[in-house]
């Protein structure tokens, strides 16, 4: 199975700053990669599909980018409401999975 | 509008199995996938399997191979996820989720309790 690494496990920002996330696969996933957002007791949600299409309801803020294995997630300029965790999933292959995701925390 | 509705909080001892209903509405039932994917507590997201509810058809992750199933009865709408042998470890929140045909939409299910404790 294809194998999902997040890094950095935790990024501290402060409110407007930006924060860069990184996924990479163990082999090609194509532009088959989708980015997660979970807060604190809620359900998880995708914020971008096709590694850089943003789903309906995101902030333009939040965008993604590159292919094969290697992956970016960015938000722009962080607010109140980003501090979450973020997970990586390819979709490429089966079986799916997932990276261990990354915390942005304040 | 689309509704995953899951079955309530299931509390088992190791070595039992927990079958989690998720029932759908508000989309033709047989149309999209139905993805399975856990939490423990404290950890991260893992994916279970996946059933299409038209076919049949089914994908598992390596890690649940020979103890997991998932299966759907299309004339009430609804995917079932069975997870035998049962170990502490298996204690998390188990979620169905619908992400249309390629996640450009993502409906979760409220997620269902499995605590296993002697």
């Known amino acids: 199975e294809i194998v999902m690494t997040q890094s950095p496990a935790t990024l501290s920002v402060s409110p407007g700053e930006r924060a860069t996330l990184s996924c990479r696969a163990s082999q090609s996933v194509s532009s088959n990669l989708v980015w997660h957002q979970q807060k604190p007791g809620q359900a998880p949600r995708v914020l971008i599909y096709?590694?850089?299409t943003r789903a309906t309801g995101i902030p333009a803020r939040f965008s993604g980018s590159g292919s094969g294995t290697e992956f970016t997630l960015t938000i722009s300029s962080l607010q109140s409401e980003d501090f979450a965790v973020y997970y990586c999933q390819q979709y490429n292959n089966w079986p799916r999975t997932f990276g261990q995701g990354t915390k942005v925390e304040i | 509008q689309v509704q995953l509705v899951q079955s309530g909080t299931e509390v088992k001892e190791p070595g039992a199995s927990v079958k989690v209903s998720c029932k759908a509405s508000?989309?033709?039932?047989?149309?999209?996938?139905i993805t399975w994917v856990r939490q423990a507590p404290g950890q991260g997201l893992e994916w279970m399997g996946w059933?299409?509810?038209?076919?049949?058809?089914?994908n598992y992750a390596q890690g649940f191979q020979g103890r997991i199933s998932v299966t759907r009865d299309t004339s009430i709408s609804t995917v079932y996820m069975e997870l035998s042998r049962l170990t502490v470890d298996d204690t998390a929140v188990y979620y169905c989720v619908h992400f249309g045909y390629r996640y450009e939409v993502n409906y979760w299910g409220q997620g269902t309790l499995v605590a296993v404790s002697s």
């Open positions: 059933i299409h509810p038209n076919s049949g058809a089914t």
């Open positions: 096709g590694a850089s």
């Open positions: 508000g989309y033709t039932f047989t149309t999209y996938g």
